[in-house]
């Protein structure tokens, strides 16, 4: 099974500035079609995941262009440019190279 | 609008079964795979099974192997997860979820696995 390792636990983070979190997979994510599945996720309390980006660096419409996701193999990154107070909620990344698997989140909040 | 809505969940003694319903909407649900993902009350997700578009391909956790059954019926848009020997640890909110890495998810539903 594909083990994905997010850094950090959590991130307080003042409202204008960046923020960044790491996820780490334990295998490339690299398909044999070509494709990487790797997605990033923001749960807000109460709701259920809301998909950010897709494939690694593909932003969903109705996203802001605030948040950017990047890598490939086995090493990806979400950073959000400047942190709105809307931001605030858990991030994971998730696999679906080889079934899924959830980074263990990292929850996000505005100092 | 593209919509997912779960029900079914509810309080079950342990040992016991389940059936959740996900009722999908607004696209054309033969056409994704879906998924059930689950959560712990204040944990992280966890993914359950995964069905393909047409019913043929089936995969779940180890944690649930054997003792749930995921389904669909076109027909009616709807997925479906068969919860057999149901224990406390199975205790969580769960979730359907459309495409290969999902793009929409539903409200989720509660199970409770309690005496």
């Known amino acids: 099974d594909i083990v994905m390792t997010q850094t950090p636990l959590s991130l307080s983070v003042t409202p204008g500035q960046p923020a960044s979190i790491s996820c780490k997979s334990s295998q490339s994510l690299l398909h044999s079609d070509g494709k990487t599945y790797l997605n990033w996720y923001l749960q807000k309390p109460g709701q259920p995941p809301q998909l950010l980006i897709y494939e690694v660096s593909n932003r969903v419409s109705g996203v802001p262009d605030r948040f950017s996701g990047s890598g490939s193999g086995t090493d990806f990154t979400l950073k959000i440019s400047r942190v709105e107070a809307e931001d605030v909620g858990v991030y994971y990344c998730m696999q679906s190279t080889q079934l899924l698997t959830f980074g263990g989140g990292t929850k996000v909040e505005i100092k | 609008e593209v919509q997912l809505v779960e029900s079914g969940g509810g309080l079950v003694q342990p040992g016991g079964s389940l059936r959740l319903s996900c009722a999908a909407s607004g696209f054309t649900f033969s056409s994704f795979w879906m998924h059930w993902v689950r959560q712990v009350p204040g944990k992280g997700l966890m993914w359950v099974s995964r069905i393909n578009n047409d019913g043929s391909i089936t995969s779940y956790a180890d944690s649930v192997k054997g003792r749930f059954t995921i389904s669909r019926d076109n027909a009616n848009k709807v997925v479906y997860l068969q919860m057999n020997s149901l224990r406390a640890e199975d205790t969580a909110t769960y979730y359907c979820?459309?495409?290969?890495?999902?793009?929409?998810w539903g409200q989720g539903t509660l199970v409770t696995v309690s005496s």
């Open positions: 979820a459309r495409g290969w890495g999902p793009d929409t």
